[in-house]
């Protein structure tokens, strides 16, 4: 379990239910500060921890088991454990040939129109949640052809991810996130026989991570 893990799952937490990390330690009531970035490590550069006292206050304020917050670190899964938001919505689902059309996504990359099918899953914190249909074998054997993601622009990303990314070109593609830089995006395909991809950071219109899978 890494330090940056933890943080990372706090973070997610605070996304899946609607909040920024200051809204979350607020509502577990702790000091708005908590949780921020410049209190993740001491003045000499060591890695600070969130103390159990905080994440027990967080997990009683957000609804989520300890379980759930362990696949969270685990990068497993990004739905939301608040039983308040377990109902069922019906979000967008876009065919992976449709996503680099035009009229299905705007500048920001948040799903836009109405020429869509729709699918009910369970509820996630992010409103502009969609779900992606997988087509062709680059994601196998994790993703194969045919099965539905949920893609969600709000969830924390990092590296080893699994994520949609949108070129402006209007190329889509579903990949594992091997790295971003300042400058670059590099893209791993999960199936060796499928090449691996490099993006200048300007040639890329946006990255979203995918939070769930059925298969």
Do not use: C
């Not at 593609?173 to 091997?178: P, V």
């Amino acid at each position: 379990m890494k330090h940056e893990d933890i943080w990372r799952a706090l973070d997610t937490l605070a996304a899946e239910n609607g909040l920024s990390v200051s809204g979350l330690a607020r509502a577990a009531g702790l000091d708005p500060t908590t949780f921020n970035p410049s209190k993740r490590s001491m003045p000499d550069g060591r890695a600070r921890w969130p103390s159990t006292e905080s994440l027990a206050k967080v997990l009683n304020a957000t609804g989520a088991t300890l379980e759930a917050f362990s696949t969270l670190v685990s990068g497993a899964r990004a739905l939301s454990s608040n039983p308040r938001m377990q109902s069922q919505r019906r979000i967008p689902l876009i065919g992976l040939a449709q996503a680099g059309s035009d009229g299905f996504f705007d500048d920001g990359g948040y799903p836009v129109g109405g020429s869509w099918d729709e699918v009910s899953l369970p509820e996630i914190g992010d409103l502009n949640a969609y779900a992606l249909e997988i087509s062709g074998t680059s994601m196998e054997p994790v993703f194969r052809d045919g099965d539905v993601v949920i893609v969600s622009p709000a969830a924390p990303i990092r590296r080893g991810d699994r994520v949609v990314v949108r070129t402006v070109s209007g190329e889509v593609l579903a990949k594992q996130l091997a790295r971003r830089s300042a400058r670059r995006v590099e893209l791993r395909s999960l199936n060796p026989a499928h090449k691996d991809h490099s993006f200048d950071l300007k040639d890329v219109a946006w990255v979203h991570r995918i939070v769930w899978a059925s298969h």
